[in-house]
């Protein structure tokens, strides 16, 4: 007897088959990833040490700023990152 999820998961797949992905799609989303994982903890070690700098100089109302600053860029990267391998699993890029 099959649970719901395996049930739930049937129907997906007919709705919505699963795409093979090509070894030449999988490794550039593989560089995409590490692009974009690269380009944040550049972002990351840069606005930190901003950050701790503000946290010594006692400056909460730039601290807040610059986490939330933080917090956006990676946001943004993220968002790029997914629509790049999107592309590329469409077979766009």
Do not use: H, W
């Amino acid at each position: 007897m099959k649970s719901s999820y395996e049930l739930a998961m049937e129907r997906l797949a007919k709705s919505a088959p699963v795409k093979k992905l090509s070894a030449e799609q999988k490794e550039k989303i593989q560089e995409i990833d590490s692009r974009y994982r690269a380009k944040i903890a550049e972002c990351e070690t840069l606005l930190r040490g901003k950050i701790e700098a503000a946290i010594i100089d006692r400056n909460d109302g730039e601290e807040e700023a610059l986490k939330q600053e933080l917090a956006i860029e990676i946001r943004r990267f993220e968002e790029e990152s997914e629509e790049k391998k999107e592309l590329v699993r469409q077979g766009k890029a």
